[in-house]
């Protein structure tokens, strides 16, 4: 079986195909779009989220990875709903003389697609969850979620409000999670209707700023975090969560507190390991000495660095959506850094192979057995 | 009354490569509503969620250039032609 491998840009998808995960044809899709998020259904259909500064939201749906048709709806916020301050003053919600446009709310961006017990979830900015049960045709806010008390007390982070993380149980469908930087990571078990923060004992400075969160579905209460300060895991769901960076690279952050740095986080459920991309540290946001590096745990305990195959003069970034594993066996790996370039690894991590480069600034990655 | 609206490259792909519409109303804003009521996924492009032309979108009509904020007072004339586009950014 081949693999697709679904890459968000800034200036469209680069859809690359492989029936070996060897060798790889690309195509550009949706060009001009930058195309924020990606995920396909139980159906085989895929959906691309794309947003723009002037022209706003939009998703897009494909069977074939090759001929993108819009949806006629999209995740958006109703015009009483208002916003939070602090998201409007950083995502510069200005009309065309810079001032504030007002006290509304406003999807500006989809962060995160995540298909689960025959729906499809979306997490946006500023800060939301809704649901299509209908395959995009239609969508609703979860308004246990998106209306809780204290959202307009939240914190963004640099990016704003978003809502980047969304994790599903397999066995239970009233249960799920999901992440915003910065105001943490929400647990429901009644559907979506109430929510819990969940960040007891991460560290945090004011709100939690969860970078991104894995698990596995079909072993859905094991959780592994990389936080803005540090790397860590639950085995419970969530209630409680335990330091987990032995082996990993430690920084000194901005606020002097010492922690491995990064964003993205993935777990292979086949293997059991997870895997980080570590950062030298909120000031600089590469990897340490320009080495590129992907680290893996393959026992839930201690880190191994993989470089076999990444450059040693990367100064780029990789963001928290550009990293995915196609769940295969052996699981296949791909990410890609703000600087354009697509590494791909078929062992595990053990080596890897830029796939492409060239491309523009690298927001969102998916990989599909296809 | 009945105009042309060129769109801009990136909402042409949504309406199936077209770069010109028909479009029936007395002012830009209009215009707009009408294209967003024939095509709902060109509204949630024109539109946010206040209803409000999405503040970045420009219209060229007549040799002069219309803002958003302008556009529901701006009277268009009957074969008029209008170009959507965006307010240039970047250097």
Redesign the interface.
Known sequence: MGVAVIVGTAKGAAVLKSKDRKNWDMSFELRGWPVTASARDDGGRTYAAVNSPNFGVALFASDDFADWKQLEAAPRYRPEDRGNPEHHRLVAKMDFEGKLKGGGRFVDQIWTLHPAHGALYAGVSEAGLFVSRDRGDSWQPIDGFNEQPGRESWFPGFGGLGLHTILTDAKNPDRMWVGISAAGFFRSDDGGKTWTRKDESVHSFGGNCVHHVANNPEKASVLYRQEHFGVYRSEDGGDSWQVWEDGLPVTEMSTGHRCSFGFPLVHDRKSGASFVVPLDGDAYRFPRGGQLAVYRSTDGKTWHPLTNGLPANCFAGVLRGSMAGDQMDPGGLYFGTTAGAIYASDDLGESWREIASGLPRIMSVEAYAA | MSVRVQL????R??MGGHRWLEAEGTTVCEALCDLGQKH??LA???F?????V????VCLHGGGLV???DMHAHSIQEGDELVLT??L?GG
């Open positions: 801009p490259p990136v909402l792909n949504a709902a996924s949630l492009h024109f946010d969620e206040q209803g409000q999405r503040h970045n979108i803002r958003a904020r965006n307010a950014a």
